[in-house]
């Protein structure tokens, strides 16, 4: 069982930045993909990035790619969603989530992750 909490979501302008995070239990995180997914209002729950497991592969959405950068600590099992300019249009949900597909892998769809966060709010205003 791993569990994800994730922190560091509030409201911000425009053009303005936040870092997520989320801290995972579990003495195998190191050996997980993981990645971030965001849901907005009456949306369905999209992809915005992953990262394998040792952060030498990160996959992003086209609409965060050059705004959002995610890395990863093993040493204190956490992973990073750090976002810049950001957008009205980035208000959302963000999880973080785990995927036990193996060491290669940086998932894309959410069917390929086992474990979830509960989820931080994300609003940006105009």
């Known amino acids: 069982q791993v569990q994800l909490v994730e922190s560091g979501g509030g409201l911000v302008q425009a053009g303005g930045s936040l870092r997520l995070s989320c801290a995972a239990s579990g003495r195998t995180f190191s050996t997980y993909a993981m990645g971030w997914f965001r849901q907005a209002p009456g949306k369905e729950r999209e992809f915005v990035g992953t990262i394998n497991w040792s952060g030498s592969k990160i996959l992003y959405a086209d609409s965060v790619k050059g705004r959002f950068t995610i890395s990863r600590d093993n040493a204190k099992n956490t992973v990073y969603l750090q976002m810049n300019s950001l957008k009205p249009e980035d208000t959302a949900v963000y999880y973080c989530?785990?995927?036990?597909?193996?060491?290669?892998?940086?998932?894309?769809?959410?069917?390929?992750?086992?474990?979830w966060g509960q989820g931080t709010q994300v609003t940006v205003s105009s």
């Open positions: 989530a785990v995927s036990q597909c193996g060491r290669l892998c940086t998932p894309k769809n959410e069917y390929e992750y086992d474990y």
